[in-house]
């Protein structure tokens, strides 16, 4: 999108959330002349990352509608927790709802993997902010997305080395102790990070795997072995929420090293979670701070939308303008939006090209971005990878 745009301040009127394996339509449901869904975590233990996320998916539909006063799109939200279980649940009936051209997501690597048979059938196209698990686009893999299945963010092959590098840097003698949360896109990416740290020739010192359906475990026992081993650096993979529950009781403990997560915890939720505790923890992500953008949208963005905006807004900005430069552009069937997605380059907010390959992967894409704890808040310390 090219800054210069006029910005809308108008609000799409956008649907009531539910949970449960229906599917919410607004009361305004005959001014729209079709849909684009959002799926994500917008209820549970993670919900903070879906309530951000589709802050962006409603900027960019407030602009377009402001566009397009006679052609109005709606928003459709997707509930599915952030788990396989709850994707399973919802995805049927998404699949079935025909005003459904699109959606913006899945967010996460699970429920991806859970929605794919459904939306492969009906030919939904897909194009995710933050799911990043290497198999979504492996066609040699059972999770294989494709053909509907399309993602902004850098793969777990990409990021397991840079959270590795991030989490030692500066560590004298560094000594790891890597924790996982039995998720598919915890187990991923806990694998690329302990390959990593053997090349980087850091010592492993342990390694755990934890059910992360559980915010609120108990990690005395990994806590335990982190001491005996003399870790002064704790690598999870995993979501925010047992995140902020695992550093809390890290600290408390009495660890002092350093604490280093990937895109999982990549969300303020850590922060409120862990409190203070969450000070000076290292988190990568493939992502890119919308303020970066300019004051002038991002001011435009809270005035929208109610609040600042926050984690893969920019990411879920650009996936709804992808979806909405198809229908703009006559593509207005599930089928036609899929051949456009395909067949052409977008323009991220950032002035990125957007191009995806036959599996559904943004051609070129390979950044990963660090970023520090600081001050109860999550600052960007730039590319280091």
């Not at 709606?74 to 599915?80: F, S, V």
């Not at 929420?241 to 350093?258: C, D, E, W």
Request: glycine share 12%; aromatic share 8%.
């Amino acid at each position: 999108m090219n800054k210069k745009t006029k910005l809308s301040v108008a609000l799409v009127a956008a649907v009531a959330l539910i949970s449960g394996s229906a599917v919410a339509t607004s009361a305004h449901a005959a001014t729209y002349k079709l849909y684009i869904g959002y799926q994500g975590p917008l209820t549970g233990d993670n919900k903070q990352t879906g309530l951000d996320e589709i802050a962006g998916v409603k900027y960019a539909l407030s602009l377009y509608n402001a566009k397009h006063p006679g052609f109005q799109i709606g928003l459709k939200q997707i509930d599915d927790q952030g788990s396989g279980p709850g994707a399973s649940v919802v995805a049927p009936g998404t699949a079935k709802d025909k005003s459904i051209v699109a959606i913006v997501g899945p967010a996460f690597s699970g429920a991806s993997v859970a929605s794919f048979p459904y939306y492969k059938a009906a030919g939904l196209p897909l194009v995710s902010p933050s799911a990043t698990r290497v198999t979504l686009t492996d066609p040699s893999s059972p999770d294989f997305g494709g053909p509907v299945f399309h993602r902004l963010p850098s793969k777990d092959d990409k990021q397991g080395p840079a959270l590795a590098a991030y989490a030692i840097k500066g560590v004298t003698s560094p000594a790891v102790y890597v924790v996982n949360d039995q998720s598919s896109y915890g187990v991923g990416l806990d694998g690329y990070v302990q390959s990593s740290l053997t090349k980087l020739g850091a010592k492993t010192v342990g390694k755990d795997s934890v059910d992360g359906t559980n915010a609120t475990l108990d990690f005395s026992a990994v806590i335990s072995k982190v001491k005996a081993g003399a870790a002064n650096v704790v690598i999870y993979s995993g979501y925010y929420a047992q995140a902020a529950t695992f550093v809390k009781q890290l600290r408390n403990a009495g660890y002092t090293g350093i604490f280093a997560s990937g895109d999982g915890t990549y969300d303020p939720g850590f922060i409120t979670g862990a409190g203070a505790a969450a000070e000076g923890a290292r988190l990568t992500a493939s992502s890119a701070v919308f303020q970066d953008a300019g004051a002038k949208i991002s001011a435009d963005f809270k005035k929208v939308t109610g609040a600042d905006a926050g984690t893969y807004a920019t990411e879920d900005f650009d996936a709804a303008n992808i979806i909405l430069t198809a229908i703009s552009h006559g593509a207005l069937t599930r089928a036609a939006i899929q051949k456009y997605i395909n067949a052409n380059t977008f323009k991220g907010l950032m002035g990125n090209t957007i191009k995806f390959d036959a599996n559904g992967d943004t051609a070129g894409a390979g950044f990963i971005n660090g970023f520090l704890v600081k001050g109860g808040v999550i600052i960007s310390q730039g590319q280091i990878k």
